[in-house]
Structures are given as structure tokens and as C-alpha cells.
């Protein structure tokens, strides 16, 4: 995490050191256009753009913390281990707690299913389950045996 924060640091400050030279080379050619003031806007535009990777780089490594926590979480609600959490309440949900292992393959099989819907191919999804009262996932044994 560290080194995102670098680079985007460095990349804001190389961007506004390039800003500063682009004004300031504006005004010393009182506005008029000149070799020195293109190549300080190009710069500018370069400095710019790796400042916007930079930012898209910092915003992708926070959603992916912010999906890994939120499946930590999933994962100790579906398996009870957050039921001897001090400051939680001791009831529950009336619902048997179920493997890490097995959440995760339900999690693969409805990303897999949204994937799927995203790119148009919803009649594939219904050609593979073609009876609405089939298990949800028939590779799955617990779903099966329901």
C-alpha cells in the first residue's frame, strides 16, 4: 500500500511541478505561443495522464481491499466465526453456518452467472438449467441432496 501512495504522491507532484512550468513559461513569452511553451504544455499533458493512471491504480488496489474485506466478512457470517466476537449478539439467524469452501464456489457460480447475463448470453444460463425446480447448481452436492 505504501507504494501506491509513493506513486501517487510523486505523480501529483510531478504533475503540478509541470503546471507551474507551463504557467510560467506562458508568461515569460507574454502569451505567445513558442517552442519553450509547447513543449512545457506537453509535458503538462504527460504529467497529466500518469497522474490519472496513477490515481485509477490507487482507486483499483482500494476497491480490491474494500472486496477483500467485504469477503472476509461474508465469509465469517456464513461460517460463525464472528459469533464470539465480544460486543455481538449470541443469536443467530436460525441458519446452519456452511464452509468456507463451499461459499466460495457459490460465489464463483454467481459471478460466473453475472458475467454471463452482462454479456448477452442469457439463453445459454436458461439452456443449461432448462427446469426452474433443478438444484441451483447441480455441482454442487449440498444443493442436490436439498
Aim: glycine letters at 6%.
Amino acid at each position: 500500500m505504501d507504494s501506491i501512495v509513493d506513486a501517487l504522491n510523486n505523480a501529483y507532484q510531478d504533475f503540478v511541478a509541470a503546471a507551474a512550468t507551463a504557467l510560467e513559461s506562458k508568461e515569460s513569452s507574454n502569451g505567445q505561443k513558442t517552442v519553450a511553451t509547447d513543449a512545457a504544455l506537453e509535458n503538462f499533458k504527460q504529467r497529466w495522464e500518469l497522474f490519472r493512471v496513477a490515481c485509477d491504480q490507487a482507486e483499483e488496489f482500494v476497491e480490491s481491499v474494500k472486496q477483500r474485506i467485504g469477503s472476509e466478512c461474508l465469509v465469517d457470517e456464513a461460517t460463525g466465526s464472528v459469533s464470539g466476537k465480544p460486543g455481538q449478539s449470541s443469536a443467530t439467524s436460525g441458519l446452519q453456518p456452511i464452509s468456507a469452501v463451499r461459499l466460495e464456489q457459490m460465489s464463483k457460480a454467481v459471478r460466473w452467472l453475472v458475467i454471463e447475463l452482462q454479456h448477452g448470453s442469457g439463453a445459454s444460463i436458461a439452456s443449461t438449467h432448462p427446469n426452474p425446480s433443478a438444484p441451483f447448481d447441480a455441482r454442487f452436492t449440498e444443493d442436490a441432496t436439498q
